[in-house]
């Protein structure tokens, strides 16, 4: 266990010496040797010793940043100058970043203390992170059960206790999934909050990055630090930051909306429960009150997800040739030869899959019927949100329709594990935030998660009724 409960009272404990910060790196790094078979690190950076030597006299000094001591892992897709930067695929083996990422750089400039590079599914393809090239990751919960994907690594590593806080990325459900499955917080920001700078693309106009943590005041820390417009990416949006740590407190009124829709078929009756009684609990309160809504089109999200991401990603991969990155095929002398060679041996089988269907949706026969049409859904998902979010501030649903499977569960039937993203590829699609955040446990002792949703830029509001929603 650590001996703080958010970063402000662990700032506090170095201060005042009750907690050395070269012994607090050095605790992780044992944990993370004694927890070696979660599988939860990619690369682990002896560095971060150094590092907090620097930074705890940083903070004696009165000079350190806002995040001065809190050591973050990041997901293997985001890059990090001289580090590696595998996608956790074999393609890009002993490949080195010769940039940072504009998020991590703003992490590393606050005094955050980087400790290493966390497992994912390969190209964050995948809800179980059992797609990656470094073998699957278990969870730290039951360790015969999958963390969630694609950032299970990220999610392990905070729930097992082997750092403070971690980067994800959350495409149709990355970060939300898996802080469920691991019953932590894991927060997506709006489309373009979060610069997407040096995160390796898989579906560019979907990809967000977002930090996971055990309490949801390092969630709003870290936030206000990562959030804001970056000149190097173009997406990302010049709007006002709200102070995130201190409008946490702030007092809301508040109209939950409760989509139908969510609430439905396949959704697991203990998963179901759990939600209807935090609900019910919130119902007492006199200003929070709870409107049944409508979101009609969630129901082809997963269909549309899945059409416009493969495309996506069929063009974003199309740069692993052999020729500048990582991985080649030397044995071949025709140039096609080489090109084959290299992406059949260099990618995995969900990555394969994902670039075949992306190909065929974009090819000329078929790209009115399936990428023009889908496009036209995402359009009618966003107005679903936008009509919704006229008569309510928040929407809550549940975060995963079950609780973590068992490892290899679900793995034969790409179906059905594209199935676990139904409640999470919407938020995606509309490009608006969403938070996962832990309301108990199953009878076998299993975390459930449960997702709220709201309007584009508009995080504070979920942070400040995740942390209502905790007291
Ligand atoms: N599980 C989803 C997929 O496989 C979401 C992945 C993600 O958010 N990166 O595409």
Redesign the pocket.
Known sequence: MLQYKNHSEKLAKIQSKEISLIENVQIFLDNIELKKDLNAFNFVFDDALAQANIIENKIFNGTAGKLAGMVIAIKDVIAIKDKPLTCSSKILENFSSVYTATAVQKLIDEDAIIIGKTNCDEF????SNENSAFGKVLNPVDKSRVPG??SGGSAAAVAANLCDVSLG??????IRQPASFCGIYGLKPTYGRVSRYGLTA?ASSFDSIGPFANNIEDIALVLSVIAGKDQLDSTSKEIEIPNYVEVIDKPSVLKIGIPQEFFGNGLNEEVKIAIQQKIDYLSKNDDIEFINIHLPHNEYSIATYYIL?TAEASANLQRYDGVRYGVRDNKQTELDEMYTQTRSKGFGKEVKRRIMLGTYVLSSGYYDAYYTKAQKVRRLIQEDFTNAFQKVDVILTPTSPFTAFKIGEKSSDPLEMYL??IYTTSANLAGIPGISIPVGNDSSGLPIGMQLLANQFNEEILLQTAKRFNQ
Do not use: I, L, P
């Open positions: 964050a393809m995948g809800s994907g694609s990325t959350d495409t149709g459900g990355s898989f991401t676990s993203d």
